[in-house]
């Protein structure tokens, strides 16, 4: 008869075997995760990088006043609203001679973005002593000039089967012959907003309606859920139903999916209150009532953290309960209430969902000034991009995204870096 020695000695071959299939298995999903997570930022970055580049075609443009429709000593008014076009239309003839059909001239036209008028627009604006010269001005090329000089236009294709004519791939040969195509950062991602036409772009207007937003949570959430922290943690009554109800249904509430607030937010702020659609105000007021379970609970974890001795020690000198807590317990248990509050916010900053529940999908153009204004936020900036039918939107979308990841994994790194300055071992 076996002991119980052998038995078991009987069996430690296929434990270490079950061990090493474990830790085999766990690797392997580790090795499997990562491997996904980079094919999908590599394949985020290849595409979203050419987006930082645009194509420019340099025109000497004879800003004459004939040309402009304006006397030599036009009013600011009249600078505004003379004729650029022509003159921007003048200047490629001249590059480009001869070109008669109609068809020709209207692809002619097609081959700068329609900014380039404006581009004249704001020069002569900024500098009326330009009128009657002739300036070298390096202007926008059309979004389809554009993807064709970053590769995604096969120009042996058949004629029918791009979107650039022959003619015109004729004149983009003689114009970079001439050193008048070049490939120059793209200011304009940052600088200007929405736009229809893709080489005019940029995500100025989202950012700072991210921003807004931003700030409307913040200044919400934070105070309010650390104030709801310190009640159930440090002044509620413990074993006390209505408090237990509450804690149940923050808890509950960490997993309510987001869409919901943004439902909850369309019947009380727009359609209870009158609050204005497309607002950072009401996107804020959303965007608190879903980061606000997250910094509760975290608040709460962070308070609990401080060991009791503390609290013991206050009151023991007669430090009373409000003094104890706000004096001693607050500001040791803040790091950990500063990383789940910047884990919420960077939460509430690549939310999508709830935000289009209350029109904040709309196009804006201009950027806004102040929580009423109308606005976006780059989330849904990138949704609107994505649904658009430009192949130079595509670009745009992987640019958006790589300029929101920057900021979410800024964010949870500061969160970390909080935790790792100002953690305490007890």
């Known amino acids: 008869m076996s002991t119980t020695t052998e038995k ?12 090493k299939r474990f830790r085999f298995y766990g690797l392997a999903s580790i090795a499997l995760s990562l491997l996904f997570l980079v094919l999908l930022l590599t394949d985020i970055t290849v595409k979203g990088l050419p987006a930082f580049s645009s194509t420019y075609i340099k025109l000497d443009v004879q800003l004459d006043a004939p040309t402009l429709g304006v006397s030599t000593d036009a009013t600011p008014e009249q600078l505004r609203m003379a004729n650029y076009n022509t003159a921007v239309l003048n200047s490629l003839n ?10 020709e001239k209207k692809a002619l036209k097609g081959l700068v973005s329609g900014d380039a008028q404006y ?3 704001r020069m002569v604006m900024d500098n009326p002593q330009l009128i009657g010269t002739t300036q070298s001005v390096w202007v ?48 304009t991602f940052f600088t200007r907003g929405d736009s229809r ?49 509450i804690e149940v249904n923050i808890n509950n509430l960490a997993a309510v999916p987001s869409i919901v607030f943004g439902l909850l937010g369309l019947a009380v702020f727009i359609q209870l209150f009158g609050l204005p659609r497309s607002a950072p105000l009401i996107g804020g007021l ?6 606000l379970p997250t910094i509760i609970i975290a608040a709460r974890a962070a308070l609990r953290a401080v060991p009791p001795s503390i609290r013991e020690g206050a009151l023991g000198i007669g430090a009373s309960k409000t003094q104890t807590v706000f004096q001693n317990v607050l500001p040791l248990a803040m ?3 500063l990383t789940g509050t910047i884990i919420g916010m960077a ?17 804006i153009m201009d950027v806004p000034d102040s929580v009423t204004s109308p606005s976006t936020v780059l989330p849904v900036q990138i949704y609107l991009w994505a649904d658009s039918p430009e192949r130079a939107f595509t670009e745009r979308t992987s640019a958006a995204i790589m300029v929101l990841l920057t900021f979410l994994v800024s964010m949870n790194l500061i969160a970390v870096i909080l935790r790792k300055r100002f953690e305490r071992r007890w």
């Open 8 to 19: 078991v000695k009987a069996t430690l071959g296929k434990r270490y075997a079950k061990e």
């Open 94 to 103: 001249t590059l480009l001679p001869g070109v008669t059909d109609r068809k």
């Open 119 to 121: 581009e004249l627009q």
């Open 140 to 187: 926008l090329a059309d979004d389809d000039i554009d993807v064709y000089y970053k590769g995604n236009i096969d120009r042996t294709a058949p004629e029918a089967d791009r979107r650039i004519k022959d003619f015109q791939l004729a004149w983009l040969d003689k114009l970079e012959a001439e050193g008048r195509i070049d490939s120059q950062f793209n200011t």
């Open 197 to 245: 036409e893709p080489e005019q772009a940029g995500i100025l207007s989202a950012l700072v309606g991210s921003f807004y937003t931003l700030l409307v949570t913040l200044s919400l959430s934070f105070p309010i859920g650390v104030a709801a922290a310190l009640y159930l943690e440090e002044f509620a009554p413990k074993n006390n139903f209505w408090v237990d109800l």
């Open 286 to 291: 959303v965007l608190t009532l879903m980061t």
């Open 335 to 337: 790091p950990g209430i």
């Open 347 to 363: 939460q509430a900053l690549g939310e999508t969902a709830p935000l289009l529940m209350i029109g904040m999908i709309a196009f």
